[in-house]
Each structure stands twice: as C-alpha cells, then as structure tokens.
C-alpha cells in the first residue's frame, strides 16, 4: 500500500512512505506486475451482503498496532521514557558533540558517564499537543548524576549521589512540546542509568505492568494483534539475532523496532493472537530463534500468524528491492521468489512447533493483483500455507483522477461514492482473489483494511483543501456506517480473519489511518473505532461493553484480567 504509515500527524518521519495515490483504486499499490481483470464466477458482485455470511464463520477481527517512537500517539508503556527519542538507531541528543565527541554507551543505551559541560537529552510524548497524561510524574533512575526535565514538565532538577534509587516529582502541562529529560551529569564508576518516568498515579504499577492500562483497555475487543510497524518491518535493518533490540535497552523507539519479548508479553497479558512478519534479510537462525522465543514464553492457547516481511512486492519498500535480487540470483521472478521465501520460513517455524497446529502461514500479495498471487502461488505447495492476505482498502469510486471535485461536492455525496467503491471494486477484489484461494484450499485473510482517503497532486506536494475534506469524511457519523458495510461485504465473500489498520495516529495529509485520532479519544468522537468494536462484540456475542458512562471504557487497573473485552464503543 502506498502512502501509508501508521503514525502520520508528524510529516518528516514518514516522507520515505510517500507517492502519488490516485483515489479510484481499491488499495494503493504499484501494479509492478501484469493486472488481470476480474473476471468468472468470483468476481459476482452480491446485491445483498447478509445472504453469505455462513460462508465465514472463522471470521475474526485483529487491529494493526503503530509504530513505537517519541511521536507516536499511542500511550505504549507505563513508563514513557520506553518511547523515548532515538536520533540514530541507539543515539542521544548531544551538546557540544564536535567538541566533546558522543559518549560510549553500554549495552541498553545508556552514557558510561560524562565529560565536565557534556549534556546528552531525549525528548518524550513530542506532537501529542494536550493529549497525553497530565498532572504529577515521577523520574526514578540509578546512579550519581543530575537530571533535569523540562519542556512540558515544569522544570525540575534532581541530583543523586548514587546511594539507591533516586526518585523525584515534577508537574506536566501538556502541549505539542512534549517532555524532555537531560542528564547534566554522569559520573562514569556509576553512571545514570535504569531512568523510568510514569504519571505519579501508576507508580504503584511499575513492576507489575509494562503497559499503560488505557492501551490496554481500547486494544481489549480485538481478537488479534498484527505487530507490522511495531516490528518496523518496512525497510526492516534487523538480520542477526544477536542485533536486534532487547527489553532491556532504554527505548523501544529505535528502527529495529520494539523487542519482541514486549509483543509477546502483550499478546499474554491481552489474551490475543500475535501476527508477526518475519523482516526480509533476517538470516535462517534469526528466523529460528524468534520462533524459539515464541514457542517458550507465549501462552500455548494461542494461535501464532507468521509472514513473510509486509508487502515484498511493493517497490517504495526496501523489502521488494531486496527480493528482487534475490529472484534474479536465483533464477525466478520476482513473486515466486517471494512464494519460495515464504515457505522457507514456514518450515523453520514448523521445525521448531513440532508442526502446524498453532500456526497461521500466511502468504501477503496486491489486492488488485489477483495474477501477482497466483504467481506468488507458484512457489506454495499443497499443504504449505495456510491463507493469503490482501489489503482491501476502499476509497472513492466514480471521480477517476478528478479529485479536485472532492473540495466542492457536499459530503454526502463524497460518502455516497465511498460506498458504492465498497459495493463495487472493494467486493470485486475480495471476491476475485476468495476465488484464487478456493482453488488451492487456502483461506482469504486481510493483513491490512479500511478507509484509504488520501491524495498527492505529484511527489512533494499535497492539497490541503482536500487533505481537510478527507479528514472531515473520516470524522464523519457516517463513516461508521460505511465501516458496518465494508465488513458485511467482507463477511459475505468468505473473507476470514481481517486485521484492521491502524489503532492510534492523528489525521493528516499523509492520511487518516488510525481507528482514533489520540489514545484517550470518546468512543462517540471516533466512529471508525466505535464501528470496529461493535463487530468485534459481536464476533464473540457480547453486547455493550463496559464503559464510564461517556462513552469512555474503563481502564484496565493493572491488577487483574477478567478476560472481558471493553474498548468504550456503545451500542
């Protein structure tokens, strides 16, 4: 998928996702590969949704979790200093650097003490404007040395000799600036290290928690979890295991993405499925290795979806540059190489389970591609994977390239024609490649879905008349509406488990992917997620969930998981 990337209120950070988007297509995407039309018996398109619905009884829903980083909307972890900012891939902020040189670091990230003048920082909660958590915090830390935080904190300075644990309080006034944290003095035979920084009101959960219980509570309705941009699998650096970040390391914001020991651990504290994308140049023993972290600490009730990396076919991502030359080394194109690859590391999986009970191969392929599948499918033989999974987003249908017309057509027409790409092109891709899967006994999945409403008039530039009326048709009532009947059609075609992108991110020129605008958001402000909880619910037969009283669920309280799902959609 083009132009997309989980987190998209802060421009720069995703400027490498970026390409032209035309609207009228059902999923953005190069067609790097011959498209076929739809055609035969698959293609049918169903006047009425309902009467398939038993074709899909397995159908499940699963969200996309974000990216992790100092910017992204999401209240992650308890401690927000695990989002702190991350220059390079294990740096600080330094002052002075060309003259003081940076610091040597230890194994989780921390400065081995500090010359006199020398100041390292990183910055927290950037961009969040007023929606994070304000009031009372606490830093604890280890070591003898001085820290400072600011920005949104009201400046404080803590100094320790190194005696125990060092704690401090200081106020938070949220706004975009965000909290920042400074040390100002390291001495190098103890060194600052261990910093944890929490709103004073969960102190008592560090330990017991590694998330914040608001993450938690709106996660809690999904049936599974795909940890794509957690992994930062785009463009993915990770390819030895003994590389790859650890819990232990200062932040989990770092572009080998957060360790998959946390994925793990949410997957257990949720009670959900984990969909993890294996990155494209991992070596086999990487391969092998995660799956043996896996095998040993995820609760064996669960059910583990595994892929390979995230859309290898899709050339604005590393991943397919990458595949491309390993095909033609090989002597195969492009897609069977991708098939070939696929498999390979099904079997490391299968090795190391034992078999295929608690695994879901999927195998990822183009929307609007049903040909790129089939060739991908070349390389799978019978019995080797178990689904393939498209991205069948909807947008708009009837304006061909003409989007200028979206600044001037009332908005419910704008809406009228999103549903009728739903009918229409989004059901015709489902239905197509339901047909490719039935032929080899595979089920259909969704590795990504939903509203795909973005617009760039040429590489660099975007319109900001547009961008604000595909923001108002997200924020729209109606926009529930639409989500309802996407997943009816979804239902209808045989569609199995769907994973809806994304969980938490602002909306912008680069889009409006997530299912809430911030982490705290009303359920009544925020239709795409009220509407997703409410198929979720249904999926497992509860009625409304538990909420506040506003429409707001109750957050979980660190203590205990009665297993209920909340997520504060009324019904």
Known sequence: MLAKSSSCGTAAPYLRLLAPVVLSVVVAGFALFALEPFSGPAAAVVGNAEQDTEQAEGFTLGMNLGAVSYFSESWTFLDVFKMSQIGGDRDWDLSDPQELGPPLLDAAGYPIGLKRGQVVSALMCRDFGWHYEPGRYVCLYEGDGDVLMDFDAIRTTHSSDGAGTARFEFNVVPSDAGLVIRILRSEANNYVRNIRIVPAKYEDLLGKTTFHPVFLARLRPFASLRFMDWQRTNDSINIHWEDRITPEFRSQGTNRGVAIEYAIELSNTLDKDPWFCMPHAATDDYIRQFAILVRDT???????????SNEVWNFIFKQAAYANGQAQAAGLSHPQWIGRRSVEIF???????????????????????????????????????????????FSLDGLGSNWKMLRDIPIDDFLDLMEEHIDGPTQRAIREHKGVADIRGLDLMAYEGGQHLVVFNGPGHVDDRTTKRLVEANRHPRMEDLYLRYFEVWRAAGGSD??????????????????????????AMAPKYRALVNVANQQKGNTAPETDGEGQEKPDDGDSDDGEDDGGATT
Do not use: H
Request: a negative charge; proline letters at 7%.
């Open 347 to 393: 079997k490391i999986w299968e090795e190391v389970f034992g078999g295929t009970d608690r695994l879901v191969r999927v195998v990822g392929t183009q929307a609007v591609n049903p040909g790129l599948t089939r060739q991908i499918l070349s390389e799978v033989g019978p019995g080797e994977a178990d689904a393939i999974a498209i991205a069948p987003y």
């Open 498 to 523: 769907f994973m809806a992108f994304s969980f938490v991110g602002k909306p912008g020129r680069f889009g409006s992917w997530g299912a809430l605008e911030y982490m705290d958001q009303p359920a």
């Open 298 to 308: 995820l609760d064996p009730a669960r059910k583990i979806y595994i892929e390979y």
